[in-house]
């Protein structure tokens, strides 16, 4: 199934188009049954995180993202609110990252997806994260339906209040009239794992196939003229649906998860277009979109080309606002937002990284141990800890921004074998041990000795009190902990490193750390 064309697989940030040309704005279109030639332009975003300003890419010397820039990218290849033949699409994940969009969350990025015109969300994993109640209230204030067929009640089998299976997006055409797309949405199964399980209570997440099978054929009684998907996962978990989708003349699948781009087009193994499901996943953070061009003849897919655009300006070029509203919008955000967090807390000598092996990772999880003495070990997900910090003054907000999510801290009793076995996940950032391994296999870690900070060996028996927290606790990222009771010590995750930080600041001294090796390899 997969398609002899395979672009853009592995693009991250710096990608670009596709080598087919991309017609001249107004030039795309799709069909009705009465014959007359109709063309349709489909742009998908995902993964938004809401980043309403602009990363700082100063090694590239580019603004990437932003929603003036994009608003402006989207204008320049034709795209305004109402512009005929033109539908805007999320896959999900719309909030929890920079700091105006976490503290007041995710309302910024509502309005702004209002404001451009979205008609249709599908329903991420860090949807969940300020749970339902305002994830109904997100979905209120943005004004397009947030899309999940696959998400159901436990206790009655619907779908909640705040979600619909499909919607169907009237598409005003040139010429006159409109065509009508019908859009599935499909929430993110990985949800439960990768996001906080406390604000699922009660919520099934189904599997694709099945949902696909239950609620496209009533997606089709609709009489839409076009059909497409919305999907919050990875382009790899998606590929295995195109069967169900080809059968239900699914013409395009929009991806996200993984936080890169790539197109994917499963053309049927022949030349003819009107099999062809094409899957793209936009990549993250609005720092590039996918543009999809239809064109239909007589009900019938007759050509498609597809690209995806980068959303970047020169990092010294003069401010860009697009509009007075989306200034507005920002402007209101960075007020709210800067009375709460504008704190300094510290000057920072160097930037802190978030990868798995970064210095982001081992000054949380050391900050930990400096809070709670009495624990030996500290342990947290690196997929927890969502921007670098850079160099220069490190204000409270910037804290926030890196450590997102509402998470506590929780000490587990663990022996010296089950503290192996957990630091065996690849995800694992640690402090207060160093540890030796060896890989076997594409993704498993063996851990084959632990060492304390003080540089005795911890012993397969021996009993070590380990800070993690809640979401780690919870299965959150694959981790599984034997102590069903550990202590909940009401400590929000990132208060220590508050401490810390403000403690240093106080006393004159400035932050500079640097990664340390604490995972040897054998």
């Not at 169900?244 to 030349?271: C, K, P, Q, T």
């Not at 801290?409 to 074998?417: E, F, K, P, Q, Y």
């Not at 000795?449 to 397969?460: E, Y």
């Amino acid at each position: 199934m997969r398609a002899a064309l395979l672009v853009l697989a592995v693009v991250f940030l710096a990608g670009c188009s596709t080598p087919a040309p991309v017609p001249a704005k107004g030039a795309a279109a799709t069909t009705t049954d009465s014959g007359r030639r109709v063309d349709l332009h489909i742009v998908f975003t995902a993964d938004e995180h809401g980043w309403v300003l602009p990363w700082k890419d100063k090694a590239a010397g580019q603004m990437r993202g932003g929603v003036h820039s994009l608003a402006a990218t989207l204008h320049a290849e034709g795209y305004h609110q109402g512009a005929a033949g033109w539908v805007l699409l999320s896959a999900g994940d719309m909030w929890t990252g920079p700091y105006e969009s976490t503290v007041l969350e995710g309302a910024p990025m509502a309005a702004t997806m209002k404001h451009l015109g979205y008609s249709a969300a599908a329903v991420g994993n860090h949807e969940f994260d300020f749970g339902t109640r305002v994830l109904a209230e997100r979905q209120r204030g943005a004004g397009f339906p947030f899309l999940a067929s696959n998400v159901i009640e436990t206790n009655t089998g619907k779908l909640p209040a705040w979600a619909k299976p499909f919607t169907i997006v009237e598409v005003p055409v040139d010429g006159g009239g409109s065509i009508r797309v019908g859009v599935l949405g499909l929430g993110c199964v990985e949800s439960p794992v990768t996001a906080d399980v406390r604000h699922m209570a009660g919520l099934q997440f189904l599997p694709y196939a099945k949902a696909l099978k239950r609620w496209l054929p009533e997606l089709e009684a609709n009489k839409p003229d076009v059909v497409v998907v919305i999907a919050h996962d990875a382009i790899s978990a998606l590929e295995p649906l195109v069967p169900i989708l080809r059968a239900h003349h699914v013409r395009a699948l929009a991806a996200g998860h993984e936080h890169r781009s790539g197109i994917v087009i499963a053309d049927n193994d022949n030349a003819d277009a009107d099999d062809d499901v094409i899957i793209c996943n936009a990549g993250p953070y609005l720092r590039s979109f996918c543009r999809l061009d239809l064109s239909f003849d007589a009900g019938a897919l007759v050509s498609h080309q597809q690209k995806i655009v980068q959303v970047e300006r020169p990092i010294d070029a003069a401010p860009l606002v697009f509009d007075a509203r989306l200034k507005e919008i920002v402007d209101q955000a960075e007020e709210s937002a800067a009375r709460i967090g504008g704190e300094v807390l510290v000057d920072n000598k160097q930037k802190l990284g978030r990868g798995r092996d970064g210095s982001l990772g081992q000054l949380v999880v050391d900050a930990w141990l400096e809070a709670l003495p009495y624990a030996q070990v500290a342990l947290t997900n690196a997929g927890g800890l969502r921007q670098d910090i850079e160099q220069g003054p490190l204000r409270l907000r910037d804290v926030v921004s890196a450590l997102p999510f509402n998470n506590y801290l929780l000490v587990v009793d663990m022996t010296g074998a089950e503290l192996k076995q957990v630091l065996g996940n690849p995800e694992s950032v640690v402090g207060g041990l160093t540890f030796h391994f060896h890989d076997e296999h594409a993704s498993t870690r063996v851990v084959t000795r632990l060492v304390d900070a003080q540089g005795q060996d911890i012993a397969d028996t021996q009993q070590v009190k380990v800070i993690i927290n809640d979401f780690m606790f919870r299965g959150g990222d694959k981790y599984r902990f034997e102590d069903r009771e550990p202590e909940e010590t009401a400590v929000d995750w990132r208060e220590p490193i508050f401490r810390l930080l403000r403690d240093m600041g106080q006393k004159g001294l400035a932050l500079d750390r640097a990664a340390v090796n604490r995972g040897l390899r054998d």
